[in-house]
C-alpha cells in the first residue's frame, strides 16, 4: 500500500483509509460484531492504517468497535474521530455542540472507548454557528498542548472557517465529501486546503456506495439506512444519474478495473495529499478499494473523465435542505 501525507502536517497514512461508520451504524441491519472487528484487523493486514469513526456514529458505539479492533496496533495505525454533535441530549435546536467543555469531555470520552493515549486526529464533525472556530481550535491546540490530541480537523467547513481556525491551530485535515457526482469542495475548499498545506480526506468517495454500480432505481433501503432519506437516493434521482455509473463502468472496462476503482483512482489523481476513506462490510470490496491505489489513470484518461461527466446534470441534493445548511459554514 503506498502511503501519503496529509499536507504539510507529516502525518502519514495509508492512500486509502477505511470509513467505519457503516460497520454498525446508518447502513441498514448492522453486521455482527464480531465480523467486523475481523474486517479492520484484515484492513490492517492489508496495509490500511487509516480509520476514520466518530462518536456521533452510534453513538458511541463506532468507536468502540474501532477501539477493539485496532488495540492490537497501537502506534501502527492512525485513528480519527469526531466532536461536535449534541450527543448529551441538551437540545440544540441543529443538534451541534461545540463548546469547549463540551469538546474536553468528548475527548476524555474517545480515549476511553478507542483504547488509545491519544487521539490521532481529532476533527470538528460540523462548525457550530454559536461557538467561535478560533474557541475551538484553541480547545483542541490546549488537548495537543495536554497530549490528549495530535493533529487537528475540520468536517464540512466553508473556506473562511479553515483560515480562522488555522490561524489558532494549524489545521492537518480538511474532511468532506468528494467524488465525481459532488465537486463542491473544489470550488474554493480545495484551493485554500493547497495555499494552507492542509491534507483533504474525502468521505462518501464512492457516492456512498452508488458510483460502485450495483444500486439502481429498484434498490430498497431497509432499517436504519439513511440513504432512503436523502433527495439523491429517490428513485427517479438514482435513474437520472446512472449516466456517470456508465461513464465509470466503461473506463473500467479500458483499464481492466471496476467502477469503485476508476472511482477512487480519479481522486487520487487529484492531489497528493487526498486520502479518500470509503467504508465497506465485506472484505471482497475491502480489497477491491484497495486495489485501485495501483490504477494509473494518465492524463488523457483524466481529460475524457471530466469531459464526459461535464456533460451529465447530477439529479438531487446530497442531503435534506436542513441538513445541508449545516455544511459549508
Known amino acids: 500500500m503506498q502511503k501519503r501525507k496529509l499536507g504539510s502536517s507529516g502525518l502519514e497514512v495509508s492512500a486509502i483509509g477505511l470509513g467505519c461508520m457503516g460497520l454498525n451504524y446508518h447502513r441498514g441491519v448492522a453486521p455482527d460484531r464480531r465480523e467486523m472487528i475481523t474486517l479492520v484487523r484484515k484492513a490492517v493486514e492489508r496495509s490500511v492504517t487509516f480509520f476514520d469513526t466518530a462518536e456521533a456514529y452510534g453513538p458511541f458505539t463506532n468507536e468502540s468497535l474501532a477501539g477493539e479492533a485496532l488495540e492490537p496496533f497501537k502506534g501502527q495505525v492512525v485513528i480519527a474521530t469526531k466532536f461536535g454533535h449534541d450527543v448529551g441530549g441538551l437540545g440544540s435546536s441543529d443538534g451541534l455542540d461545540s463548546r469547549p467543555e463540551r469538546i474536553r469531555q468528548v475527548a476524555d470520552d474517545s480515549l476511553r472507548r478507542l483504547r488509545v493515549d491519544t487521539i490521532d486526529l481529532f476533527y470538528q464533525h460540523r462548525v ?154 465485506k472484505l471482497s470490496r475491502l480489497e477491491e478499494n484497495i486495489r485501485a491505489v495501483s490504477l494509473q489513470l494518465t492524463p488523457r484518461d483524466l481529460t475524457d473523465l471530466e469531459d464526459a461527466a461535464s456533460r451529465i446534470t447530477i439529479q438531487g441534493g446530497r442531503y435534506p435542505q436542513a441538513v445541508e445548511e449545516l455544511s459549508g459554514r
Open 128 to 281: 457550530d454557528a454559536r461557538v467561535p472556530i478560533e474557541d475551538v481550535a484553541g480547545t483542541v491546540r490546549d488537548l495537543i498542548a495536554a497530549g490528549k490530541v495530535r493533529h487537528f480537523g475540520l468536517s464540512e467547513a466553508g473556506a473562511q472557517t479553515i483560515r480562522r481556525a488555522n490561524a489558532i491551530q494549524p489545521v492537518t485535515a480538511m474532511q468532506s465529501e468528494y467524488s465525481l457526482w459532488w465537486r463542491q469542495p473544489e470550488e474554493a475548499v480545495l484551493p485554500v486546503c493547497e495555499e494552507l498545506g492542509i491534507g483533504f480526506v474525502p468521505y462518501s468517495p464512492l457516492g456512498r456506495g452508488f458510483l460502485a454500480g450495483s444500486i439502481d432505481e429498484t434498490t430498497k433501503f431497509v432499517g436504519s439506512d439513511n440513504r432512503g432519506s436523502l433527495p439523491r437516493f429517490a428513485p427517479e434521482a438514482r435513474k437520472a444519474n446512472r449516466p456517470l455509473v456508465t461513464l465509470l463502468e466503461d473506463a473500467g472496462r479500458q483499464k481492466g478495473a471496476t467502477p469503485a476503482q476508476v472511482a477512487l483512482a480519479w481522486l487520487l489523481a487529484q492531489k497528493p495529499w487526498i486520502v479518500p476513506i470509503p467504508g465497506t462490510t
